[in-house]
Each structure stands twice: as C-alpha cells, then as structure tokens.
T-cell receptor, first 113, second 116 residues
C-alpha cells in the first residue's frame, strides 16, 4: 500500500534562509508526486508535480523538488524563503494515474523575520 | 486557469439539520471530483471519489447515508451532510480534475462547518 511520510511536522526558519521540507513515500509501482501548499482557512494549491522525465521540477515562486527513486524521496527546497512562504505544505503521491491522492501529514513552515 | 469554487466558505447550523456544500469547476470539465475532510492541524482524509454521472465511491469508514454526494454534471458536485451533529464539525474540501494523463487535482477553498 502507498504511504507518504513527511518527517518534520514543523520547520521554523529565518527569512532569506534556505529550507528543505522532507518527503518520503512507499509504493510498489511507479508514482506521480506532488507538493501542495495550504494557507490558513483555504484549500490546497498545487505547487509542483513530478510525472516523468527530469527528476528536478520547479515552481514559479522559487521552490523546487527532486525525485529520487532509489531513496523514494521527493524533498522540497527553496534557497531563500520569504515571510509569505509561511504555510502548511503537503506532499502527496498517486499511483500510476490521477485517481486517489495519498497525503502526508503536512509540514508547517514558519518563516520568521 | 483550473479554478475550483466551493460554497459556502463557512456555515453554522443547529444539530439535526442538513447542510449542502457545492463544488464547481469554473473553467474546465471535471470528470472526477473528490471530497476530503480535514481536522485541525491534520492532513486531508479522502471521504469519497465521484465520477460525473456515476455513484460516488466512498472510503472505508465513511457513512454514505450520512454524506450524500451528487456529481450530476461536469462542473458541479455537491456534498450533503444529513442530520448533522457536532461531531460532523470540520473543514471540508473538494477537488476536481479533468480526464487524461497529467491532469492534477485542483482544490476549492474549503468549507468550515460548525454544528451547534
């Protein structure tokens, strides 16, 4: 069965510092991987996705994630965070298509001035 | 593009009443819609998956008679919480996706349901 583990429930960081949010998954078949961001009292916004091809995917706001098949990881990184990046970040996996998404528990990124 | 509108955003009602939540895809055809429930500071729990024109598929442990889902068109799905009780209070989020490989789920802004 699929599962997603986000190793850090909270990540505090100072503004302009780099950050990495970790995500590991388990699956017996090929997967599609996603990162979503959730601001307070809102739904989820797609940040980036990995379907196939290049293992490094980027979003328009400076985040990137790298798919590592051997380590079954899809960690999210940003070289310099802003206060506005404070939010909950969810890693999710879907097996072989776009049916169910299995979400990790989420990581609360708190950016401090 | 790919906007999903969820209404209402917040509802408070008395115990025993039924509440309907709407989820609309505004600029694409949603062949599949999903309903999630999220408890405070927790992840999303998938409640059910609905394909347009078909009966919804409920996840284990979700009462289908309690949470009625209708997906009558390619742009609208509704979730009705019947005879709501305080334990049904939660944040409900819908998502929608169009058909085809490479189509991600797009999420609504959620509905905060409070049952008094």
């Amino acid at each position: 069965a699929q599962s997603v583990t986000q190793l850090d429930s909270q990540v505090p960081v100072f503004e302009e510092a780099p950050v990495e949010l970790r995500c590991n998954y388990s699956s017996s078949v090929s997967v599609y991987l996603f990162w979503y961001v959730q601001y307070p009292n809102q739904g989820l916004q797609l940040l980036l996705k990995y379907l196939s091809g290049s293992t490094l995917v980027e979003s328009i706001n400076g985040f990137e994630a790298e798919f590592n098949k051997s380590q079954t990881s899809f960690h999210l990184r940003k070289p310099s965070v802003h206060i506005s990046d404070t939010a909950e970040y969810f890693c999710a996996v879907s097996e072989g298509g776009y049916n169910k998404l299995i979400f990790g528990a989420g990581t609360r990124l708190a950016v401090h001035p | 593009g790919a906007v999903v509108s969820q209404h209402p955003s917040w509802v408070i009602c008395k115990s025993g009443t039924s509440v309907k939540i709407e989820c609309r895809s505004l600029d694409f055809q949603a062949t599949t819609m999903f309903w999630y429930r999220q408890f405070p500071k927790q992840s999303l729990m998938l409640m059910a998956t609905s394909n347009e024109g078909s009966k919804a598929t409920y996840e284990q442990g979700v009462e289908k008679d309690k949470f009625l889902i209708n997906h009558a068109s390619l742009t609208l799905s509704t979730l009705t919480v019947t005879s709501a009780h305080p334990e049904d209070s939660s944040f409900y989020i819908c998502s929608a996706r169009s058909q085809g490989v490479g189509q991600p789920q797009h999420f609504g802004d959620g509905t905060r349901l409070s049952i008094l």
